[in-house]
């Protein structure tokens, strides 16, 4: 029996679903939305904190930190009543050095204090930017786990916080598997590469690599080198984490330490 | 005994900063930063709910839904198995009639169910979202009782939500009760007002005011002139609120009502 023109439409209409499900299903896609949301996360911590240190300097204008988690804690701890802060308590949170200033600073600031109402409203938004802080921890364990799971070599290879934002770049590990050693170099570097081509500026050596420490610690002129040395062992270990899943990343990171030394011994001739 | 330079110096200094201290210490400033607040976390919100959606898209694309509480809520009740959800518990969140075709497509969506671990991100992020929406809440409560003690006439005349977008973009009481009214007509209408001064675009009716249902539900010819009345009535409550602390709002409301229906009579008539 010949089927008919609707019965082909139906068949075709479900292979298309199915082609659909199938490349949803192999969970890199969550990996690459953790990694993205993580990012994403680290703005919104950002926004929300930027409002507490505004509104809470009505109070204490004094207070400046370095880290915006103990800015919050600070808040959450003192932010009632400054002056009555012990020097202890703040020295647990910005060390014994800093500590020391901030209860000065506390016993001598200029600000009054806030009312039982609006000192509510500050500890709710302190206590926001510390949850999303949590939520960014648990989302890095999902995505260290993830990573060893499901593309080893690559995490074996680099740290797995890169090899997740390697992946994210390239949309997907068949994707990244199936690039160049010269554009996974310069992944993440799109937009200097524009400036490159439309303005002449200089070209980019690294995108994403660059906030590998061996590469950021390397000396400047041989940091392209060793970029582009990674770029082609990342691209052998993407293409084995996509296709035959073997473990081959012990070998390219001995291989990698080998170059390395030659890439330092080289400069050091000249 | 005259007093030397250097205690002139401190004298001066310590002026200096109890007038800061001074400024600071109204109250009408943790007002304006509450509403900054509010409205930054709207912006929040929106960025996690966009990561959100994305993200659980790998597991039901299937599911739209007008409002981001009740997405977020699904996400959280029946995310992890979609199609083991009851017809009643998702009819509770988008009700009887879109609760239907929730329940239809999650039983014909071609998604997969995410793993335990996937899940758990998921619901964090949705319960993240949540959170944000309660400390809108509790900021809105704040906004509202703080506009009724701080300024009683402003939140009379005006939702108190708008009373409290004038006062921040005016920046303080003081400086928006100096305004003239055809300033504070155009508050929030900054934009368009350089695009009518630079450009030549037609000059902006209303800023903030235009979010008043008396003016949005206005004829189109009047709402100019309505605006224009509630920006005079704004000019003299902001007065009362900042110098004479009286309440006159009430008088004011009333005027207010005569003039419109004037108004709308006299357009009647053309």
Same mark, same amino acid.
């Given at each position: 029996?010949?089927?008919?023109?609707?019965? $082909?439409?139906?068949?075709?209409?479900?292979?298309?679903?199915?082609?659909?499900?199938?490349?949803?299903?192999?969970?890199?896609?969550?990996?690459?939305?953790?990694?993205?949301?993580?990012?994403?996360?680290?703005?919104?911590?950002?926004?929300?904190?930027?409002?507490?240190?505004?509104?809470?300097?009505?109070?204490?204008?004094?207070?400046?930190?370095?880290?915006?988690?103990?800015? /919050?804690?600070?808040?959450?701890?003192?932010?009632?009543?400054?002056?009555?802060?012990?020097?202890?308590?703040?020295?647990?949170?910005?060390? /014994? $050095?800093?500590?020391?200033?901030?209860?000065?600073?506390?016993?001598?600031?200029?600000?009054?204090?806030?009312?039982?109402?609006?000192?509510?409203?500050?500890?709710?938004?302190?206590?926001?930017?510390?949850?999303?802080?949590?939520?960014?921890?648990?989302?890095?364990?999902?995505?260290?786990?993830?990573?060893?799971?499901?593309?080893?070599?690559?995490?074996?290879?680099?740290?797995?916080?890169?090899?997740?934002?390697?992946?994210?770049?390239?949309?997907?590990?068949?994707?990244?598997?199936?690039?160049?050693?010269?554009?996974?170099?310069?992944?993440?570097?799109?937009?200097?590469?524009?400036?490159?081509? $439309?303005?002449?500026?200089?070209?980019?050596?690294?995108?994403?690599?660059?906030?590998?420490?061996?590469?950021?610690?390397?000396?400047?002129?041989?940091?392209?080198?060793?970029?582009?040395?990674? /770029?082609?062992?990342?691209?052998?270990?993407?293409?084995?984490?996509?296709?035959?899943?073997?473990?081959?990343?012990?070998?390219?990171?001995?291989?990698?330490?080998?170059?390395?030394?030659?890439?330092?011994?080289?400069?050091?001739?000249?």
């Amino acid at each position: 029996m010949k089927e008919t023109q609707e019965q $082909k439409r139906r068949r075709l209409l479900e292979l298309a679903k199915a082609s659909v499900a199938n490349t949803y299903s192999t969970g890199e896609h969550s990996l690459v939305q953790a990694i993205n949301t993580y990012n994403e996360l680290d703005k919104v911590k950002n926004l929300i904190h930027e409002k507490l240190e505004e509104w809470y300097g009505i109070y204490f204008p004094e207070l400046r930190s370095g880290s915006m988690a103990s800015y /919050a804690k600070f808040v959450m701890e003192f932010g009632k009543e400054k002056k009555s802060a012990d020097k202890d308590g703040i020295s647990v949170i910005f060390g /014994a $050095k800093e500590g020391e200033r901030v209860f000065e600073q506390a016993q001598k600031s200029i600000g009054r204090d806030p009312s039982e109402g609006e000192y509510a409203m500050l500890r709710m938004l302190a206590k926001q930017e510390e949850d999303i802080e949590h939520v960014q921890k648990d989302l890095d364990a999902f995505i260290k786990e993830s990573c060893n799971e499901r593309i080893p070599n690559l995490a074996y290879l680099v740290d797995y916080r890169i090899a997740a934002e390697l992946l994210a770049k390239a949309g997907s590990l068949s994707k990244l598997a199936l690039m160049p050693a010269s554009t996974i170099q310069l992944l993440g570097a799109e937009k200097a590469l524009f400036k490159h081509i $439309k303005f002449g500026k200089k070209p980019p050596k690294y995108g994403i690599l660059f906030k590998m420490p061996e590469i950021t610690n390397g000396k400047r002129e041989s940091r392209g080198r060793i970029a582009r040395l990674y /770029a082609t062992k990342i691209s052998i270990a993407a293409r084995a984490d996509a296709f035959t899943r073997r473990f081959i990343a012990k070998e390219l990171k001995e291989d990698i330490n080998r170059r390395l030394k030659e890439i330092d011994s080289r400069k050091g001739r000249r």
